[in-house]
C-alpha cells in the first residue's frame, strides 16, 4: 500500500454523516438559506437571501417560505405566484389558486384545484436516507419521483404504502414505476424497507430470489435471510449459512456466519472469524490482521493499532486514513465536522 508524509492530519471530531440542520434562518434582521439543505445531506454554509425581509418572513419547512412580496423555493424567489393563496403541501409541492408549484417552479399540465400531496416528499429509502421525493395526485394522474406522472396508475384509487411503494387496484409501484409480478391486494410492508405479497419478497422493485415469504427475517437494510437463504441488497449470497448470520457490531456492511466473514456479497478469505470484530471507524481486526472495509492494512501494526477518529488510525509508525498510509507518523490536530 503506498504511503505518503504530511505535515498535520486533520480528524473530524464527529462521524461525517452527521448533518448539519438544514433550511431557513434569521439573524440581526438578515435571511439565511442553508445551501446545501436536502434531507440526508450536509449542511455546510449558509446563503443571505438578498431582498428578503425578515420582518415578515414565514417558513413553512426547510425548502419552502415566503415574506410580504414574494415567495421562495430555497435561496431562489419564485416566479408569478398569488401569495394570497399559496398553500405549501410539503417539501417538493406547494400551490395556489392557478398553479401547481414542484421545486419551486410551475409544474405543467396539473390541476391546481384538483392537486394533492399524499405524502411529506421525504421518503425513507433503504440505508436510511431521506429522499427528497414522493406521490402526488390530481385529477387526472399520479406523481411520483421528479414530478413525473406515473404511467397507468389510477389517480381515484391510488394510495401511499409508504417506503417509497403505493397501489392502486391493479398494480404495486416502486417510485416512478411499477414493481412486476406483485400483487395488490395482498401487498404489504415488512421491516427495512422490504415487501411481500404473501408469495415473493420484494425490495424496491427487485425480486428476491427463491424467498420465503413465511421465514424471511430482514436484519439490516442491507442484509435478510430466510430459512434456507441469505440476501444482500437483495441479492443471494451463494454459501451462506442463515442459522449462524450475524451482523458484526457497529458496521452494517460486513457480516459472519459460522464459516466466514462477508463484505457485500463477497467472502474475505483471509479473516479469521472467530476473532473478527469491528474496532470503529471502518476499521477491523482478526487475531492476524487489521482491516480498513474489506482490505488488509499490510503496514499496520497488530499490537499498538489504535483507532483515534472516523476513518483515522494510528500505530507505532504510521498513521492512517482510511486505507492512506502516513510515514513518518505526523502531529494530530483535531477539528469539529
Not at 449558509?46 to 417558513?59: L, Q, W
Not at 397507468?152 to 417510485?175: N, S
Not at 454459501?239 to 466466514?260: N, Q, V
Request: charged share 25%; with cysteine.
Amino acid at each position: 500500500m503506498e504511503t505518503r508524509s504530511l505535515s498535520y492530519l486533520y480528524i473530524e471530531e464527529t462521524h461525517p454523516m452527521d448533518k448539519l440542520e438544514p433550511g431557513y434562518d434569521i439573524q440581526n434582521n438578515t435571511v439565511y438559506f442553508c445551501r446545501e439543505a436536502v434531507p440526508g445531506a450536509y449542511a455546510s454554509s449558509r446563503d443571505v437571501i438578498k431582498g428578503a425581509d425578515a420582518s415578515t418572513f414565514v417558513i413553512f419547512n426547510e425548502r419552502y417560505a415566503r415574506d410580504a412580496r414574494h415567495a421562495y423555493w430555497c435561496s431562489v424567489p419564485m416566479r408569478n405566484v398569488d401569495l394570497a393563496s399559496l398553500r405549501v403541501l410539503n417539501i417538493l409541492y406547494a400551490k395556489d389558486s392557478q398553479t401547481v408549484f414542484y421545486h419551486g417552479g410551475r409544474l405543467k399540465g396539473a390541476d391546481a384545484e384538483t392537486f394533492e400531496a399524499l405524502d411529506k416528499g421525504d421518503v425513507l429509502l433503504p440505508g436510511g436516507w431521506n429522499d427528497p421525493e414522493g406521490f402526488a395526485r390530481d385529477k387526472d394522474c399520479v406523481y411520483a419521483h421528479h414530478s413525473n406522472i406515473l404511467r397507468g396508475a389510477d389517480p381515484r384509487t391510488f394510495e401511499v404504502l409508504g417506503d417509497g411503494y403505493g397501489r392502486d387496484t391493479k398494480k404495486v409501484y416502486y417510485r416512478w414505476a411499477s414493481v412486476p409480478k406483485a400483487k395488490p391486494g395482498t401487498f404489504r410492508l415488512l421491516p427495512q424497507g422490504y415487501a411481500t405479497d404473501g408469495m415473493r419478497v420484494f425490495l424496491g422493485r427487485a425480486l428476491l430470489q427463491n424467498a420465503d415469504p413465511a421465514t424471511f427475517t430482514a436484519l439490516s437494510e442491507y442484509l435478510a435471510k430466510d430459512a434456507t437463504h441469505v440476501y444482500e441488497r437483495g441479492g443471494l449470497i451463494e454459501g451462506a449459512d442463515p442459522a449462524s448470520l450475524e451482523l458484526i457490531p457497529e458496521c452494517d456492511i460486513l457480516y459472519k456466519d459460522k464459516s466466514h466473514v462477508f463484505h457485500k456479497q463477497r467472502v474475505l478469505r483471509a479473516a479469521d472469524v472467530a476473532t473478527f470484530v469491528s474496532i470503529g471507524g471502518n476499521y477491523f481486526r482478526d487475531k492476524a490482521h487489521i482491516y480498513y472495509r474489506d482490505e488488509i492494512m499490510k503496514e499496520a501494526d497488530l499490537e499498538t493499532f489504535t483507532v483515534i477518529g472516523y476513518g483515522h488510525a494510528q500505530d507505532k509508525d504510521h498513521t492512517y486514513g482510511g486505507k492512506e498510509v502516513f510515514v513518518p507518523r505526523p502531529p494530530i490536530r483535531r477539528r469539529n465536522a
